[in-house]
């Protein structure tokens, strides 16, 4: 079986609780707040309910060895100008690592399509911590999914080099 192969049939609901991964630590790397506009406001600006937002991300899944990877996501955070004039641009990385028992491919798919969703509430933590220190108060993000982090050839292509390294290492190891 090839390892796009196991990607794509790697990709099931039980991955969506998977054992034997577990979150080492995050790292808030970088994280800015700035007004857009020239504008002065003397105070908060009513808060909608709803207002509209433009994100971008850039995400990255990248092994560190044979049990540990690593996701990166950059983000800027942009709401609706006439509502909030500020724009939160941030980077933030968390650690992974699995058990033996979790094949690499399993733990390869599953920080691909779950590891996104996983890093969005610190996402959204950084936001509303650093917007509550703004002018214009605190900004609440709605809990979100995220998609996966990269295509199935790219994960494809992440899981052969992630298994040459292991494999490499064992014969290291008997030498």
């Known amino acids: 079986m090839s390892a796009a192969q196991r990607v794509q049939s790697g990709a099931n609901p039980e991955l969506l609780l998977q054992t034997g991964v577990r979150l080492l630590g995050i790292a808030v790397r970088s994280l800015s707040y700035r007004e857009v506009t020239e504008d002065t406001v003397s105070g908060p600006r009513e808060s909608p309910q709803t207002m509209n937002v433009s994100w971008e991300f850039e995400s990255g899944l990248a092994v560190v060895n044979r049990h540990t990877a690593s996701i990166r996501m950059k983000f800027t955070f942009k709401p609706d100008e006439a509502v909030r004039p500020i724009e939160v641009v941030g980077d933030i990385q968390a650690l992974f690592s699995r058990d033996e028992a979790v094949s690499p491919a399993s733990f390869i798919n599953?920080?691909?399509?779950?590891?996104?969703?996983?890093?969005?509430?610190?996402?959204?933590?950084?936001?509303?911590?650093?917007?509550?220190?703004?002018?214009?108060?605190?900004?609440?993000?709605?809990?979100?999914a995220f998609a996966a982090i990269a295509p199935?050839?790219?994960?494809?292509?992440?899981?052969?080099q992630y298994e040459n390294a292991i494999q490499e290492e064992d014969d290291a190891a008997k030498a």
Do not use: C, K, Q, W
């Open 152 to 160: 199935h050839d790219v994960i494809a292509g992440i899981l052969t």
């Open 110 to 144: 599953y920080l691909n399509t779950r590891g996104g969703t996983m890093l969005i509430p610190y996402i959204r933590e950084a936001i509303s911590s650093i917007t509550s220190r703004g002018v214009y108060g605190p900004i609440f993000v709605d809990p979100m």
